[in-house]
C-alpha cells in the first residue's frame, strides 16, 4: 500500500481518498498526501492503544473486561465486568499494567478489555 494512504496521525492503514484530501476512518483525522508533515506524529515512545470496541485508551483511564480471563496460579478467573481504574500503557504484547482488586498487578492485553 503506498505511504499516502497511510495517516501520519495515528499511522492507520486504512486511509482513503476524498477528492483532494486523505481522511483517516479510524482517527478522523484529514491530510493532503502531497504536503504530508513528518512533525504531525508526536507519539514517539509509545503507539495507539485501542480497547475491544476501538476507543483510544491513555492512562490513567478506567476499563472494564469484557470476558473472564484464567489466571495462572489462582483458583478463580478475574471475571467479565470487573472494573479495572487507573491504567498504565506499555508496549508489548500485555500492553495494559493495572491492579485488580483481589488479584494483585497484573498485565492485560487491550483487546479484552472496553473503555468503562
Known sequence: ??????????QSLFGYPTGTSMMCPECGHEWNPNEVVES????????VVKDANGNVLQDGDTV????????K???????AGTKVKNIKLTSGDHNIDCKVEGFGAMALKSIFVRKG
Open 1 to 10: 500500500m503506498p505511504d499516502s494512504n497511510k495517516c501520519p496521525n495515528c
Open 40 to 47: 504531525v506524529v508526536e507519539e514517539t515512545d509509545s503507539s
Open 64 to 71: 472494564v473486561l469484557i470476558k473472564d480471563l484464567p489466571v
Open 73 to 79: 496460579g489462582a483458583p478463580k478467573p478475574i471475571k
